[in-house]
């Protein structure tokens, strides 16, 4: 999830257990053959034979709108070892819309189809081609379209978030659009969005009819969801996977992402960084609250860390920063041109709280609007296949 969930959070995500894929942020595409140290600043995982440290997969993402230039780059991206290679047409984002990208890319099916095949044909026969998008731009007219066209061009497996561009991120999320969208199709479809805890998740499997699951905000808001769900359906879990993961347990979670945040990220931004997961956790966890409002004024990097975990930084993370080891330090400063997420400067600045946050609203509006069906089967142990984050 681009400038929310990167490398750092993947890293510190799998690391709980639960999830068999991840999918990254997206990489993108516009009319260049991109060095390949972009790919792999984006997604580090590459070096690392394209999994986590915790040995999850991750399958790069890509977004754009010109069909030889995406096959291009799949191609050079291919030449690193991605676990798959997933294509984005669910973007929302109005710089990326503007430049004909992301979901507005829904009212064009022809172009959709193009878009896949030329990346299907591009890369070898092992490397899987995916695609994600929306149920449509503004309207869900063309939906199925898509799905064919991106099924005929020979994706292997097509995420499907149940809502509109225009829908944003208003829930609900309407996974039995998602069931219409499996059922025309052969390729596998996976369910997503709003899927917050384990009901939610049983019910999105049940009403979409789909095996596997991506998981989004509802990660980031609570790490053990993935292993809950595991658990709930019957699915092996080593360990403790049944009992929910206590906040106890985040607290070095959230340690080990600031370490790698302070290695990586621009000063300015580090705070932002580490509130802005907080800002999420506060929505599982009441402790997190607790927790925001003491650090929510806090921008220094060092007082953050000392308020948090106790400590000042570790005199190793300056010592990779005079070494050069930290060269490619992220600017985030443009990032989350996303509807429901607060850029990081917001949880930088000492206004920020709650009530200036545009996600706020969103999280707020987003309890118990989740749709049921009456009478359907719980899935069983089987039904569910992949549990994806992204
Ligand atoms: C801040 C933010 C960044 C996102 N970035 C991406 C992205 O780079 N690629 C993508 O396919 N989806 C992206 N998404 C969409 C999520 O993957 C997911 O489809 C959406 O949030 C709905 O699922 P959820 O309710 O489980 O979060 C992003 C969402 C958010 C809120």
């Not at 009319?31 to 792999?40: M, S, W």
């Not at 991605?82 to 507005?104: Q, S």
């Not at 932002?272 to 402790?287: D, N, T, V």
């Amino acid at each position: 999830m681009e400038g929310l969930l990167d490398h750092m959070l993947r890293d510190t995500l799998t690391r709980v257990g639960g999830v068999d894929r991840c999918v990254s942020e997206f990489i993108r595409v516009t009319d260049q053959l991109l060095p390949a140290r972009v790919f792999k600043r984006i997604v580090p995982e590459l070096l690392n034979g394209s999994r986590t440290h915790a040995g999850v997969p991750v399958r790069a993402q890509l977004l754009g709108s010109d069909p030889p230039c995406l096959a291009e780059n799949a191609a050079r991206l291919a030449e690193l070892g991605p676990e798959g290679i997933d294509l984005n047409f669910g973007c929302p984002a109005k710089t990326v819309n503007r430049h004909r990208g992301g979901a507005v890319l829904l009212d064009e099916p022809e172009l959709v189809g193009e878009i896949v095949g030329a990346v299907r044909r591009a890369v070898p026969a092992h490397v899987p081609v995916s695609a994600k998008m929306r149920l449509g731009n503004e309207d869900r007219e063309r939906m199925l379209d898509c799905a064919r066209a991106i099924e005929a061009a020979g994706a292997s497996e097509l995420v499907v978030h149940g809502r509109t561009k225009r829908d944003g991120y208003k829930p609900p999320a309407f996974w039995d659009q998602i069931a219409v969208i499996r059922e025309a199709v052969g390729v596998e479809v996976v369910a997503n969005g709003e899927v917050w805890t384990v009901e939610d998740a049983l019910r999105c499997l049940r009403e979409s009819g789909c095996r596997s699951l991506m998981l989004g905000r509802g990660m980031v808001a609570n790490p053990g969801l993935a292993l809950a769900v595991r658990a709930a359906l019957g699915r092996d879990v080593p360990g403790q996977g049944a009992t929910p993961l206590p906040w106890s347990d985040v607290i070095p979670l959230m340690e080990r992402f600031f370490a790698q945040v302070r290695r990586k990220v621009a000063t300015k931004h580090q705070a932002g960084r580490l509130k802005q997961w907080l800002h999420y956790l506060r929505r599982h966890y009441p402790e997190a609250e607790e927790t925001y409002q003491r650090v929510r004024t806090i921008n220094a990097p060092d007082l953050l860390a000392m308020t948090l975990f106790g400590q000042t930084l570790d005199p190793t993370l300056d010592a990779a920063r005079t070494t050069g080891e930290a060269d490619d330090i992220e600017d985030h400063a443009d990032h989350a041109d996303h509807a429901d997420v607060a850029p990081v400067d917001a949880f930088n600045a000492c206004e920020s709280d709650l009530d200036t946050d545009p996600s706020a609203d969103a999280d707020a509006d987003a309890g118990g609007a989740v749709p049921t069906a009456p009478g359907a089967p719980a899935p069983s142990r089987q039904d569910s296949d992949t549990l994806i984050a992204a």
